[in-house]
């Protein structure tokens, strides 16, 4: 009997302690998870306020560029990149800064670029007036033919384009009335496929407003080749090595310099120029294991340089950083 009872007394000892056990574990996760919540919520505010300040130095950059006015080309301190720096770097520099770096700012890394949006073609430009231009419906089809694209894409394009932004009650009631894009990988809306968006990345942008020259200082041969339907590739190709010695002032400058004929640049034939208006800001933060990247769309006129939109990419957990970014 007295076995019995000191059996039993064992029993409820043990199941004491494996309560007690589980209560623990169960309170200690919940406390891990609440300190782990707390600081991926602390890391995205932190990302959030360095990425919004990362957006406001481009701004700074591109309107100091459109003070000194002159056009817009690649040698110009908006177009080189910002190659992956630590962020304690730029508080270093600041002589007016004062605050403690701590181990967050020293693990966090930032680079960047900004692009010029008028390098590309802008999809926009198809539909004028409620109707498909003839001019850049014939640019878009050099460079579809230049990269081998189907041509019946292109006319699926345009027509879905002209539906979508046909701002008619009629149309607007209609169930059937595509979305506007807002991004190149958006007009597999419009009737594209995922592999002629790819392939037409590096060439075509969509910008929210239609009528907007190419920037022949920034724009790559293939560009400059689809909007001047008088130049060969071969002369576009020129065109961007001459640029590399001297970049061009005026439209004149560029056409002097591959000794092209007048016609070739006729106003209202085409639509080039030597400045530009709208620009793309990206941006990379890296705090830790956590990456952000961020993509806005900016438009300069004059000193003014307004976000016309803003896009963050989801954070996600970054692979191996190099060994150089560690350092």
Do not use: C
């Not at 560009?223 to 439209?251: C, G, K, N």
């Not at 007048?262 to 709208?278: H, I, P």
């Amino acid at each position: 009997m007295r076995s019995r009872d000191r059996g039993a007394a064992l029993l409820a000892a043990m199941l004491t302690v494996a309560l007690v056990a589980t209560f623990a574990a169960a309170a200690l996760w919940q406390q891990w998870r609440s300190v782990e919540v707390e600081a991926a919520e602390r890391a995205r505010v932190q990302a959030a306020w360095v990425l919004t300040g990362a957006l406001d130095w481009a701004r700074l950059v591109l309107r100091e560029d459109g003070r000194s006015g002159g056009p817009d080309h690649l040698g110009e301190p908006w177009a080189v990149p910002l190659r992956e720096a630590r962020l304690s770097s730029f508080l270093a520099a600041d002589r007016s800064n004062t605050a403690d770096t701590g181990p967050e700012v020293l693990e966090a890394f930032l680079s960047g670029q900004i692009t010029d949006l008028q390098s590309k073609l802008n999809a926009t430009n198809l539909v004028a007036e409620g109707k498909v231009s003839e001019r850049d419906l014939r640019s878009f089809a050099r460079l579809f033919e230049l990269l081998g694209l189907p041509a019946s894409e292109l006319d699926r394009l345009a027509e879905n384009l002209r539906f979508a932004l046909d701002t008619s009650g009629s149309n607007r009631s209609s169930p059937m009335a595509p979305l506007v894009p807002q991004q190149v990988e958006q007009l597999v809306w419009l009737g594209l496929s995922e592999s002629t968006v790819a392939a037409l990345q590096p060439y075509v942008t969509v910008l929210p407003t239609g009528n907007t020259w190419v920037n022949l200082n920034t724009a790559s041969a293939e560009v400059i080749y689809a909007s001047l339907e008088a130049l060969s590739m071969a002369d576009a190709q020129r065109l961007v090595t001459a640029r590399e010695s001297s970049f061009f002032r005026t439209v004149a400058d560029a056409k002097n310099a591959i000794g092209a004929p007048d016609a070739a640049f006729a106003d209202g034939q085409v639509n080039v120029n030597v400045s530009s208006r709208f620009f793309e800001i990206r941006s990379r933060l890296r705090l830790d294991q956590l990456v952000v990247e961020e993509r806005a769309v900016v438009q300069r006129d004059g000193l003014d340089v307004r976000i016309l939109s803003r896009q963050r990419v989801t954070p996600e957990v970054a692979a191996t950083a190099p060994e150089a970014a560690r350092r």
